[in-house]
């Protein structure tokens, strides 16, 4: 089994179908070798909703050490705006007229024929390309207006391109190729924004007459801290705890809340044993708070049968107790 194979690059699988989005055929390739001193650059093509062009370097753009090889680079032609960028995936071809298949190169190519060096030539390979190798190969690029050209500088080596026995120029007549996908990100972007000093706010609720005021199915607490923080009870409880437990929440008012801003928060919720015999009900969390979640707590906080036990010191002349402590951590901001 012959396994054609590079250093700097495979020669990736051919394939019938000619590339996606263009293809550029020279005649007489000697006389353009001859003719440039540089490069010949393509007329622009349109590609993904962006404007493109090839170059093409017939003796390899010396500048990015491509000496001895023919060199070919991806142009985005459209203008981007300063911090905008595009994200594609390229792939570059060369046509084999021999076998009739376009195929796509990372650098210059040469031959190994023994199969039993196959996986290790595999792994040569990966070291190269993901700590060397800065190609066109088919991985995603990111285009900005700072780097408008992706390519490949040691794209098939001369050599191997003009000898007549491989197929890549026959009759002084070559053809190059590329396609572009373009990676349209629908990502959502936020940032996290600590505080440096993080300010917390308590709040004591003391409900006096609750068995007669309580009647209602929910109430507020009256309002605490910059965002107007709120504790919210459900005396009969709510949702499944309805008639076994109270609920309770600790809320913010939405319209204090800045837009695209979110409330990243610690906080804590208690019920007070009155009698002094620590036996608080609490539960502490972190909550990141929003105009669209603005509220968090627990819908079985405590049963009605604890509530209501006068050994629990819950309940005590008629009088509840309801502590709120919120740490605001950060703020986390669209990007």
Same mark, same amino acid.
């Given at each position: 089994?012959?396994?054609?194979?590079?250093?700097?690059?495979?020669?990736?699988?051919?394939?019938?179908?000619?590339?996606?989005?263009?293809?550029?055929?020279?005649?007489?390739?000697?006389?353009?070798?001859?003719?440039?001193?540089?490069?010949?650059?393509?007329?622009?093509?349109?590609?993904?909703?962006?404007?493109?062009?090839?170059?093409?370097?017939?003796?390899?753009?010396?500048?990015?050490?491509?000496?001895?090889?023919?060199?070919?680079?991806?142009?985005?032609?459209?203008?981007?705006?300063?911090?905008?960028?595009?994200?594609?995936?390229?792939?570059?071809?060369?046509?084999?007229?021999?076998?009739?298949?376009?195929?796509?190169?990372?650098?210059?190519?040469?031959?190994?024929?023994?199969?039993?060096?196959?996986?290790?030539?595999?792994?040569?390979?990966?070291?190269?390309?993901?700590?060397?190798?800065?190609?066109?190969?088919?991985?995603?690029?990111?285009?900005?207006?700072?780097?408008? +050209? %992706?390519? $490949?500088? #040691? *794209?098939?080596?001369?050599? =191997?391109?003009? &000898?007549?026995?491989? /197929?890549?120029?026959?009759?002084?007549?070559?053809?190059?190729?590329?396609?572009?996908?373009?990676?349209?990100?629908?990502?959502?972007?936020?940032?996290?924004?600590?505080?440096?000093?993080?300010?917390?706010?308590?709040? +004591? %609720?003391? $409900?006096? #007459? *609750?068995?007669?005021?309580? =009647?209602?199915? &929910?109430?507020?607490? /009256?309002?605490?801290?910059?965002?107007?923080?709120?504790?919210?009870?459900?005396?009969?409880?709510?949702?499944?705890?309805?008639?076994?437990?109270?609920?309770?929440?600790?809320?913010?008012?939405?319209?204090?809340?800045?837009?695209?801003?979110?409330?990243?928060?610690?906080?804590?919720?208690?019920?007070?044993?009155?009698?002094? /015999?620590?036996?608080?009900?609490?539960?502490?969390?972190?909550?990141?708070?929003?105009?669209?979640?603005?509220?968090?707590?627990?819908?079985?906080?405590?049963?009605?049968?604890?509530?209501?036990?006068?050994?629990?010191?819950?309940?005590?002349?008629?009088?509840?107790?309801?502590?709120?402590?919120?740490?605001?951590?950060?703020?986390?901001?669209?990007?």
């Amino acid at each position: 089994m012959d396994a054609h194979y590079s250093v700097e690059g495979a020669i990736l699988t051919g394939r019938y179908t000619p590339p996606t989005h263009y293809v550029f055929k020279i005649e007489s390739f000697s006389k353009l070798y001859k003719a440039i001193e540089d490069k010949y650059n393509s007329d622009k093509f349109d590609a993904e909703g962006f404007s493109w062009k090839l170059s093409i370097y017939p003796t390899g753009d010396e500048s990015k050490n491509g000496k001895g090889h023919i060199s070919i680079f991806l142009e985005l032609v459209t203008s981007l705006a300063v911090g905008s960028d595009v994200n594609v995936t390229v792939n570059l071809f060369v046509f084999n007229h021999f076998e009739d298949k376009y195929f796509s190169f990372q650098g210059i190519c040469i031959y190994i024929y023994i199969f039993y060096f196959f996986l290790l030539c595999i792994l040569v390979r990966f070291i190269y390309f993901n700590l060397v190798n800065n190609n066109a190969d088919g991985r995603v690029r990111r285009y900005h207006a700072l780097k408008k +050209t %992706w390519g $490949i500088a #040691k *794209f098939i080596d001369i050599e =191997t391109f003009s &000898n007549p026995e491989k /197929g890549y120029l026959l009759d002084d007549t070559c053809v190059f190729g590329a396609e572009i996908f373009v990676i349209k990100s629908s990502f959502k972007s936020e940032r996290l924004s600590m505080m440096n000093e993080p300010s917390t706010y308590f709040h +004591t %609720w003391k $409900i006096t #007459k *609750f068995s007669s005021n309580m =009647t209602n199915d &929910n109430h507020y607490s /009256g309002n605490f801290g910059c965002y107007n923080w709120y504790i919210w009870l459900y005396p009969d409880g709510t949702g499944k705890s309805k008639g076994n437990s109270i609920s309770v929440f600790l809320c913010t008012t939405k319209s204090k809340i800045p837009a695209d801003t979110k409330l990243f928060t610690k906080f804590i919720l208690r019920v007070k044993d009155q009698t002094g /015999g620590n036996r608080d009900v609490k539960i502490e969390d972190n909550h990141l708070y929003s105009p669209d979640n603005y509220s968090s707590g627990r819908v079985e906080f405590l049963s009605l049968a604890k509530l209501q036990d006068p050994k629990m010191g819950f309940l005590v002349d008629d009088t509840v107790t309801i502590e709120a402590e919120v740490t605001l951590l950060g703020l986390v901001m669209k990007e």
